[in-house]
């Protein structure tokens, strides 16, 4: 993908990944994603705020040539994760002269990661200023909105943040700018989910800095340039927020249909009384269906068969995911069938410890479900009502 313009004197001349399908090996990236680099050309100093990922370094210096970029003075480094920094050593090699400009913290790591030299680095602090002339950048730090050296990059004379991988998207598209559709939304919310969920509190905190901040665009390094921030801010606002939604999801695996009698059975049974479901198969359905829907769920019960005496091994999975991402749960609950016994329960409370005092029941069955196990279910999802109740979501 050509470079693309985004304001007079400022380009991305990011690479676009339109085939990748995985991210960290981990998430899955159905729309491809992109990964933005911006120069931003002042009257006296240029400057280059993050770079690409190393397998788009093709792409990545075609734009760099397309611009026409002679003399670099700023390498800014906002974050050290390899998709942003792994060609910051090409670039420090094609531009002698350029400074890289980052904090003491995110130094560290780039030298963990990396081969830079040491002579290279510029460290600021929090917020400290650089001047390119006739624009003036301020960065300010953002400590675990992701990793702990995180910072932001914020352009005054233009209003314009460059917020790194914060409120960005897995999203690979040809437009330069958000739409901000239902598409937008999706990609950022999967992102959000995967990426930034379990930093909620300090993404809250730091949502309330950038209030002292007037913010005309943001340029993230993932996904589309937002013209309207109000657009990506409020989403986060309500993402972040400490309000949950009147939904139950039931991550599940059954290996011979007692577990997925139970998964109906209790289905029926909340919606009968006015609760949203949302059935995640742990075998048919993607990583970011669950994670997507961990993101308002006021509620959370896992329903898995056993194998030998321990969790089938999804529903392992299933817990170390939402153990790692920290959503805003307020209930969880096991369900488990067995043959000859089970460990289930006990094995799936020590893999959810983040979540120790949300978990209110557990029942473990064995074999078929028979009458008085369907009534036990029932009585489950009198529970869940009343704490739904209680917490004002019907
Ligand atoms: Fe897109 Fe934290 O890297």
Redesign the pocket.
């Known amino acids: 993908m050509a470079l693309r313009k985004i304001k007079e004197n400022i380009y991305n001349v990011g690479a676009i990944d339109w085939d990748r399908t995985l991210f960290d090996e981990l998430v899955p990236l159905p729309e491809g994603t992109s990964y933005n680099a911006f120069i931003v050309k002042g009257s006296e100093k240029t400057a280059m705020i993050d770079s690409v990922e190393p397998a788009k370094q093709e792409e990545f210096v075609r734009n760099i040539k397309e611009y026409g970029l002679e003399r670099l003075d700023y390498l800014i480094c906002n974050?050290a994760?390899q998709?942003?920094s792994g060609l910051i050593p090409l670039v420090l090699e094609m531009f002698p002269e350029a400074r890289l400009v980052t904090n003491e913290k995110c130094k560290g790591f780039l030298q963990d990661l990396l081969p830079i030299d040491e002579e290279r680095f510029d460290i600021v602090k929090d917020g400290d200023i650089l001047s390119l002339g006739d624009k003036t950048l301020e960065f300010i730090f953002a400590a675990l909105v992701?990793?702990p050296e995180t910072m932001f990059t914020y352009l005054r004379e233009d209003r314009i943040l460059f917020s790194g991988?914060f409120l960005g998207s897995h999203l690979a598209t040809s437009e330069t700018f958000s739409r901000d559709d239902a598409q937008t939304q999706m990609a950022a919310m999967r992102y959000y989910a995967e990426i930034m969920m379990p930093f909620r509190a300090m993404i809250q905190k730091h949502l309330k800095k950038l209030e002292n901040y007037e913010i005309e665009m943001v340029c993230p390094?993932?996904g589309p340039v937002y013209k309207n921030p109000e657009f990506i801010m409020n989403l986060y606002r309500e993402w972040t927020s400490d309000q949950v939604s009147n939904k139950v999801i039931i991550p599940f695996v059954s290996m011979h249909g007692s577990i997925r009698t139970v998964v109906e059975h209790l289905t029926d049974e909340l919606s009968r009384r006015g609760i949203e479901v949302i059935q995640i198969n742990m075998i048919e359905s993607e990583l970011g269906k669950l994670t997507s829907e961990l993101v308002d769920s006021a509620t959370v019960v896992f329903a898995g068969s056993t194998v030998l005496t321990g969790p089938h091994p999804t529903m392992v999975y299933a817990a170390a995911v939402i153990n790692a991402l920290r959503p805003k749960l307020k209930n969880v609950a096991l369900l488990t069938s067995f043959g000859w016994a089970s460990k289930c329960t006990d094995t799936m409370k020590v893999l959810l410890p983040n979540f120790k005092n949300q978990i209110f029941d557990s029942y473990d069955f064995k074999g078929h479900p028979k009458a008085e196990d369907l009534e036990r279910i029932s009585e489950l999802a009198d529970q869940i009502l009343e704490r739904h109740q209680a917490l004002g979501l019907l």
């Open positions: 974050h994760e998709d942003h992701h990793w991988d390094v993932h």
